[in-house]
């Protein structure tokens, strides 16, 4: 059972103000749930996933670009390559064509020549149109990452002044709690507010509860018919506390005494 040697001196207060204690008490308990709920608003966690996504994004297409420059330079290359082939063959066939070559063995040779450059021609730009797939679907996928790069940021943005317009509503609820708590603490004996926060401190925000059918409803004990007779036997101006939880224990309308 609860810490019985540590008795305190009794602590004499009106029944009414122990009854607005336990009105300090709702307060004191709505404005830990909207902190609560200022910490836990589920927009702080979309922004948190969308800000690793954003950044998945990005690395996804600085490599996508690279990629792409990569395949341009490729592209450039072979395409060039192609050019060369087909000058080459080009001149050969001028001189094909401009009769400048007698020797039969020399002509066999040139249009030997000519034949294998237009098979190298036709494999080499084979191998553009390849780069050229390769450099649609490399665009296609920046184009993919950027559409949802934007999408994301439209979402942060949305997102973040959803949080915003939350965390202000808060605030401003919070504000209106605290100054009816400031009001409330400030009519009641210091003494009773003293002992109830330092309570409250060491009793998960709950310093005062009420006595309500035979039950603690701070610790949700039900109080034994000694500790009943107890509480019956006090006077209604003495503050009494849960011999449980030590919480303080508010006499009410259906105490169960
Ligand atoms: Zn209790």
């Known amino acids: ?107 066999e040779s040139l249009q030997h020549e000519i034949a294998s450059l237009a098979k190298r021609q036709a494999d080499l730009e084979d191998a553009v149109l390849e780069i050229m797939e390769r450099r649609e679907a490399a665009q296609a996928r920046i184009a993919e990452l950027t559409a949802e790069r934007d999408r994301i940021a439209a979402d942060l943005e949305r997102t973040e002044a959803a949080l915003a317009a939350a965390t202000a509503e808060i605030d401003a609820e919070t504000e209106k709690v605290g100054g009816e708590r400031a009001t409330l603490a400030g009519g009641l004996p210091g003494e009773l507010v003293a002992l109830y926060e330092k309570v409250r401190a060491s009793s998960n925000g709950l310093g005062a509860a009420a006595l309500r059918r035979g039950r603690c409803e701070g610790c949700r004990m039900e109080l034994s018919t000694t500790d009943l007779n107890k509480v019956r036997a006090t006077p209604e101006d003495e503050v009494v506390r849960c011999e449980e939880c030590r919480r303080i224990l508010v006499r009410v309308a259906d105490s169960g005494l």
């Open 1 to 107: 059972m609860g810490d019985r040697t540590l008795q305190e001196d009794p602590l004499n207060v009106a029944l009414a103000d122990q009854w607005r204690l336990l009105d300090l008490q709702a307060l004191d308990t709505r404005i830990d749930q909207l902190a609560h709920r200022r910490r836990t608003l589920p927009e702080t966690a979309t922004i948190a996933e969308l800000a690793v996504r954003r950044d998945q994004v990005r690395d996804l297409l600085v490599a996508a670009e690279t990629e792409d420059s990569d395949i341009a330079r490729d592209q450039t290359k072979a395409e060039a390559d192609v050019d060369q082939v087909r000058q080459r063959a080009e001149r050969d066939q001028k001189r094909l064509d401009a009769g400048q070559v007698s020797s039969p063995k020399e002509l």
